[in-house]
């Protein structure tokens, strides 16, 4: 690992230290060879004291431990009809997969402890047929989960719940993980299930908000994997229930967990409850992260050199987008309304998400902006992206003339020789941006 990659952790330790994350592992994760890794990456979190839950399913245990027993079950995953057969067979292969999950983490020093905190009901009669032996949560016992975690202890939580009489039910775990996250008030639920995120235009999504999950949802139903769509679904349920982040991970890939928790872009999708991207005017207190971000471009005289009392004398202008409440971007716009125009300036997109579209939606922006002032052209000047401009942005090249007089005096006293790039700019409504 490189000394770069350790700072960027680091940025990340006081926002979640002390903080509770629930963990949710699909029973085939266990049996998966990455699962000692997982476990290596869980103890890294709890020595950035990280709070952990962890919760597991038992769906593919049980479907094993039925094959090798010749038993037929009515349901292995905990959403359909339990009958008394289908109990038996999940209570044995989830207390086979605890036990596994606990001699893992005893294995990478850490404590941990069967959890019986999940207090169920009977799910009933559902569309006339009556589930018998399936349960919902009712409640979670946030006491005992506190003073486990209160005691450096990972409760380890499988699919299974009791009512007040003692019955046992089989219940669905990544129902449990929302519900338990919920009633902790966990700042993040990390689903690790076989499968890669959703899918949009043949690319995982990095990140849906909690609209875009539900529109996922109402798209693809039929088109996608139960198991896809059931991570979707309690992700974005999680959100609506005030859980801030919820990430969905291949759990077979290698440092998927490390690599999702500890960088802006992450490697699954997480669908999120608040703003995970925005763009902002730029603070006083954000021109030296302006004047960082930007250095190597301007040292690689792609962007034009400029101070921080440049900036801050025309800190209006500034535009940064923010990822996870870190600069990623910045754009400026400074307007020459007697010639009813604009130049787009100070365009940036940090290397790390580069290739992402965050490029153009930063320029779309100045646009939109522009066209809010009542601008009718917005131009660019440029040494060595013109090209970007005019693929991505329909920007033409023109004559130095065009420039507003003001520009073109600074243009020539620069020696920069730069492209000049121009757009009409589109009239759009006061809602536009």
Same mark, same amino acid.
């Given at each position: 690992?490189?000394?770069?990659?350790?700072?960027?952790?680091?940025?990340?330790?006081?926002?979640?230290?002390?903080?509770?994350?629930?963990?949710?592992?699909?029973?085939?994760?266990?049996?998966?060879?990455?699962?000692? =890794?997982?476990?290596?990456?869980?103890?890294?979190?709890?020595?950035?004291?990280?709070?952990?839950?962890?919760?597991?399913?038992?769906?593919?245990?049980?479907?094993?431990?039925?094959?090798?027993?010749?038993?037929?079950?009515?349901?292995?995953?905990?959403?359909?009809?339990?009958?008394?057969?289908?109990?038996?067979?999940?209570?044995?292969?989830?207390?086979?997969?605890?036990?596994?999950?606990?001699?893992?983490?005893?294995?990478?020093?850490?404590?941990?402890?069967?959890?019986?905190?999940?207090?169920?009901?009977?799910?009933?009669?559902?569309?006339?047929?009556?589930?018998?032996?399936?349960?919902?949560?009712?409640?979670?016992?946030?006491?005992?989960?506190?003073?486990?975690? #209160?005691?450096?202890?990972?409760?380890?939580?499988?699919?299974?719940?009791?009512?007040?009489?003692?019955? +046992?039910?089989?219940?669905?775990?990544?129902?449990?993980?929302?519900?338990?996250?919920?009633?902790?008030?966990?700042?993040?639920?990390?689903?690790?299930?076989?499968?890669?995120?959703?899918?949009?235009?043949?690319?995982?999504?990095?990140? /849906?908000?909690?609209?875009? *999950?539900?529109?996922?949802?109402?798209?693809?139903?039929?088109?996608?994997?139960?198991?896809?769509?059931?991570?979707?679904?309690?992700?974005?349920?999680?959100?609506?229930?005030? $859980?801030?982040?919820?990430?969905?991970? #291949?759990?077979?890939?290698?440092?998927?967990?490390?690599?999702?928790?500890?960088?802006?872009?992450?490697?699954?999708?997480?669908?999120?409850?608040?703003?995970?991207? &925005?763009?902002?005017?730029?603070?006083?207190?954000?021109?030296?992260?302006?004047?960082?971000?930007?250095?190597?471009?301007?040292?690689?005289?792609?962007?034009?050199?400029? +101070?921080?009392?440049?900036?801050? &004398?025309?800190?209006?202008?500034?535009? $940064?987008?923010?990822?996870?409440? +870190?600069?990623?971007?910045?754009? *400026?716009?400074?307007?020459?309304?007697?010639?009813?125009?604009?130049?787009?300036?100070?365009?940036?997109?940090?290397? =790390?998400?580069?290739?992402?579209?965050?490029?153009?939606?930063?320029?779309?922006?100045?646009? #939109?902006?522009?066209?809010?002032?009542?601008?009718?052209?917005?131009?660019?000047?440029?040494? &060595?992206?013109?090209?970007?401009?005019? &693929?991505?942005?329909?920007?033409?090249?023109?004559?130095?003339?065009? /420039?507003?007089?003001?520009?073109?005096?600074?243009?020539?006293?620069?020696?920069?020789?730069?492209?000049?790039?121009?757009?009409?700019?589109?009239?759009?409504?006061?809602?536009?941006?």
């Amino acid at each position: 690992m490189k000394v770069s990659d350790l700072r960027g952790i680091l940025q990340y330790v006081p926002r979640f230290r002390e903080r509770i994350f629930v963990i949710a592992l699909d029973g085939e994760i266990i049996d998966s060879p990455n699962f000692a =890794n997982i476990l290596l990456d869980i103890a890294v979190l709890r020595s950035l004291s990280i709070k952990v839950i962890l919760v597991h399913g038992a769906g593919a245990r049980v479907d094993k431990v039925a094959a090798e027993r010749g038993i037929s079950l009515s349901n292995s995953d905990g959403t359909g009809v339990t009958d008394e057969p289908t109990l038996r067979i999940s209570v044995e292969a989830s207390l086979q997969l605890m036990n596994d999950v606990m001699q893992g983490l005893t294995a990478v020093d850490q404590r941990a402890s069967y959890a019986n905190s999940i207090i169920a009901h009977p799910a009933g009669i559902l569309g006339g047929v009556d589930y018998l032996y399936t349960g919902r949560v009712e409640k979670v016992d946030a006491k005992c989960l506190h003073l486990f975690l #209160n005691e450096g202890i990972i409760p380890v939580i499988p699919p299974l719940g009791y009512d007040g009489e003692g019955k +046992t039910f089989r219940v669905n775990s990544d129902s449990i993980a929302v519900e338990v996250a919920e009633g902790m008030q966990a700042m993040k639920i990390i689903f690790l299930s076989p499968h890669d995120g959703p899918e949009i235009n043949g690319e995982i999504a990095r990140q /849906l908000s909690i609209a875009e *999950a539900e529109d996922f949802l109402k798209r693809r139903k039929g088109q996608e994997s139960a198991g896809i769509l059931s991570k979707v679904e309690h992700a974005a349920r999680a959100c609506r229930l005030g $859980v801030p982040r919820v990430h969905l991970l #291949n759990g077979k890939l290698n440092e998927a967990l490390l690599t999702e928790i500890f960088s802006h872009d992450g490697i699954g999708t997480m669908v999120y409850s608040n703003e995970y991207q &925005q763009i902002r005017r730029v603070f006083k207190k954000d021109v030296r992260g302006v004047m960082a971000l930007i250095r190597q471009s301007v040292d690689n005289e792609e962007l034009v050199r400029r +101070t921080r009392a440049d900036i801050v &004398q025309r800190i209006e202008d500034y535009w $940064v987008l923010e990822i996870d409440r +870190t600069l990623a971007g910045c754009v *400026a716009l400074h307007c020459y309304p007697k010639e009813g125009m604009a130049e787009l300036a100070c365009l940036y997109v940090h290397k =790390n998400h580069g290739g992402q579209g965050y490029g153009r939606r930063l320029m779309t922006f100045a646009e #939109n902006l522009a066209a809010q002032k009542g601008l009718r052209k917005i131009f660019a000047l440029s040494t &060595q992206t013109f090209t970007f401009f005019q &693929q991505k942005g329909g920007f033409e090249e023109a004559e130095p003339d065009e /420039l507003p007089a003001e520009r073109r005096d600074k243009y020539e006293a620069s020696g920069r020789n730069s492209k000049v790039l121009v757009k009409n700019v589109a009239r759009q409504g006061p809602g536009m941006l």
